[in-house]
């Protein structure tokens, strides 16, 4: 994390309001997080090998714009709050935590990558290490139709050729969003033909 950027975040973006309603709260706000839906466990596994904690609704798409648009650390922290509420004993039973790829782009727009930042807290907050796996394709998945999605999350590659040291391991690896699954899909094929254990947390699902 960068702490300049995080300096200057933390003058533009004081944590006195709800980044959903914009109330002035301590972070989300209770009517707010009342709105949030938690999807229910039967409903969590999604091809066997991860699973989404919350709704894509309208609460849960503001407070991800919030995020991901204004850029507020708060905004993310609380996604990462609600990933530890639902799931914190699971999160733990990893040995690293890795993300899902933004792109170049989006990164650069926002000035950080929120998937790093999401596992930075994740790994802080639970003692598990994190590590940057994937290199991104160089195409918004946002921007994409479905097709174009896949094709595009195809281009996703692994950061280091050689993944010995993590054979056999459990790694999760987290995003803000399940839409169509391509680019988790895709990250977990290439932890799979490492022969490493990979498993999906994402906060919210498109439903
Ligand atoms: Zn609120």
């Known amino acids: 994390m ?28 209770a009517s707010c997080k009342k709105k949030l839906v938690f999807l229910k466990e039967e409903g969590l596994l999604e091809m066997k090998k991860g699973m989404s904690i919350l709704a894509y609704n309208e609460e849960g798409k503001a407070l991800l714009m919030a995020y991901k648009k204004q850029g507020s650390f ?32 989006s990164a650069q727009n926002l000035g950080f990558d929120h998937g790093a930042f999401m596992a930075e807290r994740l790994s802080k907050e639970i ?24 094709d595009n999350a195809d281009q996703i590659k692994l950061r280091h050729d050689s993944m010995e040291h993590l054979k056999g391991k459990r790694v999760l690896i987290v995003d803000d969003v399940f839409t169509t699954g391509s680019t988790v899909g895709k990250c977990v094929k290439l932890l799979e033909n490492q022969g490493i254990q990979p498993y999906f947390l994402t906060v919210f699902k498109l439903i």
């Open 127 to 150: 003692g598990v290490p994190w590590r940057a796996l994937f290199r991104p394709s160089k195409t918004e998945q946002k921007k994409l139709d479905m097709e174009s999605r896949k």
């Open 74 to 105: 708060y905004a993310g922290n609380d996604m990462v709050n609600l990933l530890l509420s639902a799931q914190r004993d699971f999160i733990s039973s990893f040995q690293l935590i890795t993300f899902a790829p933004s792109s170049y782009r």
């Open 2 to 29: 960068n702490r300049i950027a995080q300096f200057f975040q933390n003058l533009l973006f004081p944590y006195d309001k709800c980044p959903i309603c914009e109330e002035f709260t301590d972070g989300l706000c």
